[in-house]
């Protein structure tokens, strides 16, 4: 998830809904602080197709967050992370799909995604605003500090730490998980 902070220029930080907006504030914050990186960000609950257009034409990484069915689609046909309303779906090495429910214990993702121009979107999301929050505190804020790819999460990750994950693990070089990925 380190190379999300090679961008060649600012990041583009989107929120999907209004209640993303503060943890958009706290993570350009963040890049600013421990990094002296620029960021801009953007509400896309006003105008989804300018936010869209504007990130097509954008030279650096972009950072999304959404809540629930409010969330960035991915362009990239064959990633094998996908968020919807309420559950995440992995595609795992073997090309079965695995799905992830939100119960009682929240359900959250934060994962990369490749755009054009060997550009990175890191996708933070959550199935509501306690669980976007979970997975925002793993936004990356050391180099060279080794961490997965994406992770899948509940809310007692914060209490269990690693007993709270539900998947967690690295992208090959066509973008598939890899096998030596934690899967439950």
């Given at each position: 998830m380190n190379a999300i902070l090679g961008t060649k220029s600012s990041f583009d930080i989107i929120h999907y809904s209004p209640e993303a907006s503060q943890l958009a504030l706290q993570t350009a914050r963040n890049l600013f602080q421990y990094f002296g990186a620029d960021a801009q960000i953007t509400n896309s609950t006003r105008n989804v197709e300018s936010v869209s257009?504007?990130?097509?034409?954008?030279?650096?990484?972009?950072?999304?967050?959404?809540?629930?069915?409010n969330t960035s689609t991915s362009l990239c046909a064959h990633c094998p992370v996908r968020v919807s309303s309420d559950?995440?779906?992995l595609r795992d090495e073997t090309g079965h799909h695995r799905l992830y429910i939100a119960d009682g214990d929240g359900l959250a993702a934060i994962f990369l995604r490749p755009l054009d121009r060997e550009r990175l979107e890191l996708v933070i999301w959550g199935v509501d605003p306690d669980s976007l929050a979970t997975a925002a505190r793993f936004v990356p804020m050391l180099t060279g500090v080794g961490q997965p790819d994406f992770l899948i999460l509940t809310k007692t990750t914060k209490l269990k730490g690693l007993e709270g994950?539900?998947?967690?693990?690295f992208f090959d070089s066509q973008w598939n998980?890899?096998?030596?990925s934690f899967l439950a």
């Open positions: 257009a504007a990130s097509k034409h954008a030279l650096g990484n972009v950072i999304s967050l959404g809540i629930g069915s559950q995440v779906t994950v539900l998947a967690m693990g998980i890899s096998k030596a």
